[in-house]
């Protein structure tokens, strides 16, 4: 049984844009790659070859992850959601021990991009803020270690 994925509208429409690139633009650029590796003679010492199907083989299985994702994708209405309480969407600020503010949007983990302010609602300090509201400290165990946060504000 596949796992659903929970996403956020926005989440599912970046997913569905990235699967149409990957099958347009993404494919016709490793088959011009794969012909022109295929230009340079003897398949069987060209790494420029190797290196292109593996790049497609890397591409098509991406292509198929993306369209598992989107069949299996259960959409969370974050209209819909309470201010009151962390969940999938929520866009939590943290104060840590050492006084600083991190802003962090909850999201499922198909759309986790720490670098952007999204953590997955599976990862530690994720699914350590769902449930709880502004004013909870929250305690986190965490492959660094016990970390402390006391949740300072709340938004859709």
Do not use: W
Not at 1 to 17: P, R, S
Not at 36 to 43: E, N, Q
Not at 46 to 73: F, G, V
Request: glycine share 6%; proline share 2%; hydrophobic share 35%.
């Amino acid at each position: 049984m596949l796992q659903e994925t929970l996403l956020t509208a926005e989440g599912l429409k970046e997913l569905e844009e990235e699967l149409e690139q990957l099958k347009t633009v993404g494919r016709k650029e490793a088959a011009e790659k794969i012909k022109v590796a295929r230009s340079f003679g003897d398949l069987s010492e060209n790494a420029e070859y190797d290196e292109a199907m593996s790049d497609q083989a890397k591409l098509e299985a991406r292509i198929n992850e993306l369209e598992n994702m989107i069949k299996n994708a259960k959409v969370f209405d974050e209209s819909t959601a309470s201010t009151e309480i962390v969940h999938i969407g929520s866009k939590v600020t943290i104060q840590n021990s050492k006084r600083q503010k991190l802003t962090y949007q909850i999201v499922g983990f198909a759309q986790a991009n720490p670098d952007e302010g999204k953590i997955s609602d599976e990862s530690p300090v994720g699914k350590a803020l769902l449930g709880h509201k502004v004013g909870d400290k929250v305690v986190v165990e965490a492959p660094v270690g016990t970390l402390n946060f006391k949740i300072v504000s709340l938004d859709r």
